[in-house]
């Protein structure tokens, strides 16, 4: 059975596109195939696979306008495994556009149910904020995993997110849950760290990942050059840790 995956924290700078595209990378690793769904107008997932951005013509922007059919914005095989539907800045004009569209959080649930028997995963790579392309996401979804870095100030949004999943699943998608917690930017060497992991399991002791995603140069290079940390440094402790991360996510019935 396919799973489909959003990655969200509604707080920014917590690593949820390093997880989408590393998670994606990793998983295809597994043997298994995978669509990532870049829903950031940023559109950070989409050239972390050395896509240029400026020149597509067919984006996760004209699906959800419907100008384009699912199939037609899907860049198959950008790595053994690996497709994508990309994003770029047009993506930040959506929410006007689709004011007063009905059933405008389904579109994407919808659609998806044309190519959701292709593929082992589909991984959506949510933007930083409670919004349209957000809702898409999670009405789509089937679960969702939220990175939290290792401070105080991303452990008090963590609380909001959880009320969000659970209205989500209260009133758009009853299928939604809670996929699992996963610790980015974590230093075991501070007393931080140790403590914001410690916090979160007293609230949440079933969903939290094993594997730690530790402070890594090499994770924050990769994306420049317009690669996964699998290619980019595939011996890294950034690397190492996707992948036991993958086998984590893998297991999980």
Known sequence: ???IIAIANQKGGVGKTTTAVNLTACLAELGKKVLLIDTDPQ??????????????????????????PIKNCIIKDVMPGISIIPSNVNLAAV?????????????LSKEIEYVVNDYDYIIIDCPPALNTLTLNAMT?????IVPI????LAVEGLSDLIHTV???KERLNPRLDLEGIVFTMYDSRTVLSQNVVENVKEFFPDKIYQTKIPRNVRLSEAPSFGQPITVYDTKS?????????????????
């Open 1 to 3: 059975m396919e799973k």
């Open 43 to 68: 559109g950070n997932a989409t050239s972390s696979f050395s896509i240029n951005k400026v020149e597509l013509e067919n984006t996760i922007y004209e699906l959800l306008l419907g100008e384009e």
């Open 95 to 107: 929410e006007i556009e689709l004011i007063g569209v009905k059933d405008k959080e389904f579109i």
């Open 140 to 144: 789509t979804a089937s679960s969702v």
């Open 149 to 152: 870095q290792c401070e105080y």
């Open 166 to 168: 659970n209205m989500v």
């Open 237 to 253: 402790s950034g690397a190492e840790s996707y992948r036991q991360l993958a086998k984590e996510v893998a297991e999980r019935k």
